[in-house]
């Protein structure tokens, strides 16, 4: 599925997707959570957002929600869900562009947007690529030095309990409710199963920290979904460790989060 046919699946369900996720309760709420935990100034003003895997544009509706003054670019590889997405009324400062979020590279980025990102958003995206540890060097590569990082993405590996529920309402609820909108259960079969195999929390934590990402920490989304969909945050240095230097250089006011600290976890525990 991640090699081709899971994009196939996006671009059949495109039509039904925006009502497929509505009745998710909550849905629209943790997007927009996961926005603002990016902690961006001034409400985006003067900045560059990428939202890559943006499906139909929920997830750059909640970037716009946060962050109305940025110029805000969505990146997705079905073009079912481009078209989607692009039908709908935006603002001047909002775009779409199709791409594989893998093959992002820097000067894809300074030939199409102008330049680094100063942000990159994806939601329920890591666990769909062929290689986690490529996708997130790119991500790393388009970011400005400074630029952060936020993931908003199912995790149940580290929880019996979380992975008991994910079933139960993957086989009650959203493979029935695709089966009656979308007239197959193909994509909705393969969200159960690759909810179940991908990283748990501290596993995706890690693979953030090995590709030089720094202030890397996560925070549970509320709701149902406690302990089920997570947001992973993280930050490009400001610049390599130079000779005789332990750790990542940043300059930044706030320091290096270990697991299930700093900001984004105490905005979660609120």
Request: with cysteine; aromatic share 8%; charged share 20%.
């Amino acid at each position: 599925m991640k090699t081709g046919a899971v994009t196939d699946e996006f671009d059949n369900a495109a039509s039904s997707y925006d009502r497929l996720v509505a009745a998710n309760p909550g849905y629209h709420r943790d997007l927009r959570t996961s926005a603002r935990r990016l902690r961006l100034p001034a409400r985006g003003e003067g900045l560059l957002l990428m939202d890559l895997g943006c499906g139909t544009g929920a997830s750059t509706a909640a970037l716009l929600r946060e962050y109305p003054l940025a110029r805000i670019v969505g990146v997705d590889a079905s073009e079912g869900m481009l078209r989607a997405a692009a039908a709908k009324e935006w603002p001047a400062n909002v775009t779409f562009h199709l791409a594989r979020a893998e093959d992002i590279t820097p000067g894809w980025a300074r030939e199409l947007l102008g330049g680094s990102a100063d942000a990159v958003f994806a939601a329920y995206l890591v666990r769909n690529v062929p290689d986690p540890d490529a996708f997130l060097e790119s991500v790393r590569s388009v970011l400005a030095p400074g630029g952060r990082l936020a993931l908003h993405e199912y995790s149940v590996a580290d929880s019996a309990s979380a992975q008991a529920v994910w079933t139960a309402v993957c086989w009650s609820v959203v493979i029935p409710a695709g089966r009656a909108l979308a007239g197959r259960t193909d994509l909705f079969r393969y969200l159960w199963r690759s909810v179940l195999e991908f990283d748990g929390r501290s596993a995706l934590l890690e693979r953030m920290r090995a590709v030089g990402l720094e202030s890397v920490a996560s925070a549970p989304l509320p709701g149902w979904q406690y302990g089920i969909t997570h947001t992973f945050v993280g930050r490009r240095p400001l610049r390599r460790p130079g000779p005789g230097e332990s750790g990542p250089v940043s300059g930044s006011r706030e320091a290096a989060c270990p697991p299930g600290e700093g900001p984004a976890a105490r905005e979660g525990a609120r």
